[in-house]
T-cell receptor, first 112, second 110 residues
Framework: DGGITQSPKYLFRKEGQNVTLSCEQN?????MYWYRQDPGQGLRLIYY???????QKGDIAEGYSVSREKKESFPLTVTSAQKNPTAFYLC???????????FGEGSRLTVL | GDSVTQMEGPVTLSEEAFLTINCTYT??????LFWYVQYPGEGLQLLLK?????DKGSNKGFEATYRKETTSFHLEKGSVQVSDSAVYFC?????????FGTGTRLTIIP
């Protein structure tokens, strides 16, 4: 088995704590993405990375940080500066020039 | 900038009914168009795609035709099943990142 693996699937944290969501891929995708999903708002892009050691902000990057130290891994940290972090987070990898994305199963973060 | 407008849901149909979910887009150049499906508690899966005008994407009985003249990519299925209950997202690309619609929740009742 392989693909895009996200962990944990469910995560509960207290307000003010930083949280890191893991995303690993074995599909040799160059580009990786983090999206946030809220009810009725579709998917919003947080950060993306097209090559190792480089990443760009998406539409809602404030309060989040990422790293891309190796091709296979693209972790997302939800910091205490994110005002409303409770959401479903989706990681994806991109294959080739067509822009088709392959998604992980998501991580649901609840801040208490 | 690029944008996608999807038919608002939720949509509820009886089994074996005909399905249409509308999607229109605004984009510069010649984007590729996609439909993704999300089953409860899961990530998104690519359902079908079309990369140029007049192309028809199809998969699992679903079809969508890339219409440049109407900037549309409507999703259709002739006879839906209970297992088709999910959220459907229209998206456009390539660019560096896909642009997604807000999603349409479909529920099929037996």
């Amino acid at each position: 088995d392989g693909g895009i693996t996200q962990s944990p699937k469910y995560l509960f944290r207290k307000e003010g704590q930083n949280v890191t969501l893991s995303c690993e891929q074995n599909l040799n995708h160059d580009a990786m993405y983090w999206y946030r999903q809220d009810p009725g708002q579709g998917l919003r892009l947080i950060y993306y990375s097209q090559i190792v050691n480089d990443f760009q902000k998406g539409d809602i990057a404030e309060g989040y940080s990422v790293s891309r130290e190796k091709k296979e891994s693209f972790p997302l940290t939800v910091t205490s500066a994110q005002k409303n972090p409770t959401a479903f987070y989706l990681c994806a990898g991109r294959r080739g020039a067509t822009g088709e994305l392959f998604f992980g199963e998501g991580s649901r973060l609840t801040v208490l | 900038g690029d944008s996608v407008t999807q038919m608002e849901g939720p949509v509820t149909l009886s089994e074996e009914a005909f399905l249409t979910i509308n999607c229109t887009y605004t984009a510069t150049g010649y984007p590729s168009l996609f439909w993704y499906v999300q089953y409860p508690g899961e990530g998104l899966q690519l359902l079908l795609k079309a990369t140029k005008a007049d192309d028809k994407g199809s998969n699992k009985g679903f079809e969508a035709t890339y219409r440049k003249e109407t900037t549309s990519f409507h999703l259709e299925k002739g006879s839906v099943q209970v297992s088709d209950s999910a959220v459907y997202f229209c998206a456009l690309g390539p660019n560096e990142k896909l642009t997604f619609g807000t999603g349409t929740r479909l529920t099929i009742i037996p």
